[in-house]
């Protein structure tokens, strides 16, 4: 499942699942534990990289190609200062919808659907 989000007037495939948290934290040189702390006091870095993580595997996902770097991110976010909060949404939708379908799970509660 991924999201298509607009940046720029361009599409963009958009995924936070399991890759993309790998990512993050291989680019950040942090532990899956620091990952329940994103959005909190997040600095502008780690948003590029969120952000470069995210496209990435949506894009891995869709089956087209990326190649842009964190300071392509951070010319995106100078063009289209909305893009940032864009993509931030989608992080929180699909983080929030993946710990609620454990959560769900875990109390033998009902999964949360996949949007496609």
């Known amino acids: 499942m991924y999201e298509v989000v607009i940046l720029n007037g361009k599409d963009y495939p958009v995924r936070f699942g399991m890759n993309a948290m ?24 780690d948003a590029c990289f969120l952000i470069k993580a995210g496209l990435t595997d949506g894009a891995r996902k869709a089956g087209k190609e990326f190649d842009l770097g964190v300071d392509d ?5 100078d063009d289209d200062f ?11 939708e699909q983080f929030a919808a ?6 769900g799970n875990e109390k033998g509660g009902k999964k ?4 496609k």
């Open 22 to 45: 790998r990512l993050f934290c291989k680019e950040t040189n942090r532990s899956l534990q620091d990952l329940d702390k994103l959005g909190h006091d997040m600095s502008l870095d």
């Open 82 to 92: 909305d893009a940032l909060q864009k993509v931030l949404d989608v992080f929180s």
């Open 73 to 77: 991110i951070a010319d995106i976010l």
């Open 98 to 103: 993946k710990m609620g379908q454990k959560e």
């Open 112 to 115: 949360t659907p996949k949007k």
